[in-house]
C-alpha cells in the first residue's frame, strides 16, 4: 500500500503561479510513474502531467506544455507541479497519482494510488 497526500492549493489571479506537492509514503518503491490529474466542474478527470521515478522523464497535456513543471525529489518521496501562466479554466480539483505500470500513458484507470485532491482556484 501507498498513500498519497496533495498540498498547496489555493486562490490565484490569472497570470500567477503556484506550486502544489504531493507527499508519498508507504510502498514507493514500486512506483514507476506518478502524475498530476485534474477534474474541473461538471467534466472528467484529465491528465495533466507525469514523470518517471526512476528518471526525470516527463510528458505533459497540451493545454499545459511550457506553463507547468512536473518534477520530483525522490530523498523526500515528493512530486512537484509548477504552475504559471495560470488561466481562469487551469480552476479544478488536482490529484497526485502513481502506478506501477511502465505504460500507463494518460488513463487515469492506469493508476492505482490517488490522493485526496487539492482545490485550485484562478480568478480572471
Known amino acids: 500500500q501507498a498513500q498519497l497526500v496533495e498540498s498547496g492549493g489555493g486562490l490565484v489571479q490569472a497570470g500567477g503561479s503556484l506550486r502544489l506537492s504531493c507527499a508519498a509514503s508507504g510502498r514507493t518503491s514500486t512506483f514507476y510513474y506518478m502524475a498530476w490529474f485534474r477534474q474541473a466542474p461538471g467534466k472528467q478527470r484529465e491528465f495533466v502531467a507525469r514523470?518517471?521515478?526512476?528518471?526525470?522523464?516527463?510528458v505533459y497535456a497540451d493545454s499545459v506544455k511550457g506553463r507547468f513543471t512536473i518534477s520530483k525529489d525522490n530523498a523526500k518521496n515528493t512530486v512537484y507541479l509548477q504552475m504559471g501562466s495560470l488561466k481562469p479554466e487551469d480552476t479544478a480539483v488536482y490529484y497526485c497519482a502513481a502506478t506501477s505500470s511502465s505504460t500507463p500513458g494518460v488513463r487515469e484507470g492506469s493508476y492505482v494510488y490517488w490522493g485526496q485532491g487539492t482545490q485550485v482556484t484562478v480568478s480572471s
Open positions: 514523470i518517471r521515478w526512476s528518471s526525470s522523464s516527463t
